[in-house]
């Protein structure tokens, strides 16, 4: 699997969408020019995790119907190469981040000056890094 058959299964899919809403017209249009939006959308859900979407999303309708036909691309390298790199930046930037602690922490000791709090709501997963 990679791009061509993702465009493809994109299209295809948004084929059997666009019939089905014909015959039910409550389903929102979706654009199906070349290089539209819809392939780069779907993708992101699938980076982002994303299992449902709010029903006011011009997606929310297709992402419903067609979500499990996208899952197996979950499971391909450059999936897990994101998830990766994502936790090797994390790793990576904890240094300079205990760094900048203790130099806080020197600083707070030199001038004698209470260290000001910092809020506690950091996320030390690597999924908070996949945008």
Not at 42 to 61: M, Q
Request: hydrophobic share 35%.
């Amino acid at each position: 699997m990679h791009s061509d058959s993702f465009q493809k299964q994109v299209k295809d899919l948004l084929e059997q969408y666009q019939a089905a809403a014909r015959a039910n017209p409550q389903y929102p249009h979706l654009d199906d020019s070349p290089g539209g939006h819809l392939p780069r959308a779907v993708a992101a859900l699938l980076v982002n995790r994303t299992d449902s979407l709010p029903y006011h999303y011009g997606t929310h309708k297709f992402w419903e119907m067609y979500k499990n036909e996208f899952r197996p691309y979950r499971t391909l390298p450059s999936f897990h190469a994101v998830k990766n790199a994502a936790e090797a930046l994390r790793h990576i930037s904890s240094k300079p981040l205990l760094d900048l602690e203790k130099h806080r922490q020197s600083l707070c000791r030199t001038y004698d000056i209470p260290a000001a709090p910092i809020p506690a709501d950091k996320s030390h997963s690597a999924d908070a890094f996949i945008v």
